[in-house]
């Protein structure tokens, strides 16, 4: 079955500007988490939704970063006047629901600021 | 600071050689412990996890991990390692009903064959 899609697999942008990071959840997966992967480095959580709802963005670094799910299903990390140490893997995962349902992740989208 | 550890990030061994990952957390209260894989160039997979009852766990490809609570501790193990096992491993905790994930710096494990 369809796994966890995110697009793109990898983005370069220039210091300055704006990204978008896609990320498809599995079908009925309610539950949709973003994490943030530095290189040499474990992920980082960085926000949670349930459905269309954020209950989580304790993790997001600075009001740079932004991310939104809509209707309940595809989400968007948005990253503004992006900076060098934005430079990382960021890795889309959902589950079913509840803290005891694993989370399934996608491959992540690498994100190279110049 | 609460935090996952893992020790020993680059360990390279040979096949059928044993395979110990440790891992300890210092969270307190409910914890749910999970052991994560990612080969080269795929995505994360669930290896195997713990939430209660039996503290031995038995996980995919023949991996076990055994929760020790007295010692906040939750090691990877495989008796007798194949060169597919190359991957880095990942040991993940969320505490008291929060969904959210720690995880720790990841094992970078190379097998030879």
């Known amino acids: 079955g369809a796994g966890v899609s995110q697009s793109p697999r990898y983005k370069v942008a220039k210091r300055g500007q704006d990204v978008a990071l896609r990320c498809d959840p599995i079908?009925?997966?309610?539950?949709l988490f973003w994490y943030q992967q530095a290189l040499g480095q474990g992920p980082e959580f960085l926000t949670y939704?349930?459905?269309?709802?954020?209950?989580?963005k304790s993790g997001l670094p600075s009001d740079r970063f932004f991310a939104e799910r809509p209707e309940g299903s595809v989400s968007t990390l948005k990253i503004q006047r992006t900076q060098q140490e934005d430079s990382a893997v960021y890795l889309c995962?959902?589950?079913?629901?509840?803290?005891?349902?694993?989370?399934?992740f996608g491959d992540g989208t690498r994100l190279s600021i110049l | 600071a609460q935090s996952v550890s893992q020790h020993n990030h680059h360990v390279i061994l040979s096949e059928a050689a044993s395979l110990e990952l440790g891992c300890n957390y210092s969270?307190?209260?409910?914890?749910?412990l999970f052991w994560y894989v990612q080969y080269p160039g795929q995505h994360l997979q669930l290896l195997l996890k713990?939430?209660?009852?039996?503290?031995l766990v038995k996980g995919i490809k023949g991996f076990e991990a055994e929760f020790i609570k007295s010692k906040f501790s939750f090691n990877l193990r495989k008796p007798s390692v194949q060169w597919s096992d190359t991957a880095e491993y990942f040991c993940?905790?969320?505490?008291?009903?929060?969904?959210?994930?720690?995880f720790g710096k990841g094992n970078q494990v190379v097998v030879i064959p």
């Open positions: 995962a959902s589950s079913l629901g509840g803290y005891n349902q694993p989370q399934h």
């Open positions: 079908s009925g997966h309610v539950s």
């Open positions: 939704f349930q459905n269309e709802a954020q209950l989580d």
């Open positions: 969270y307190g209260g409910t914890v749910n």
């Open positions: 713990y939430f209660s009852g039996d503290p």
């Open positions: 993940a905790v969320n505490v008291n009903g929060n969904n959210r994930l720690a």
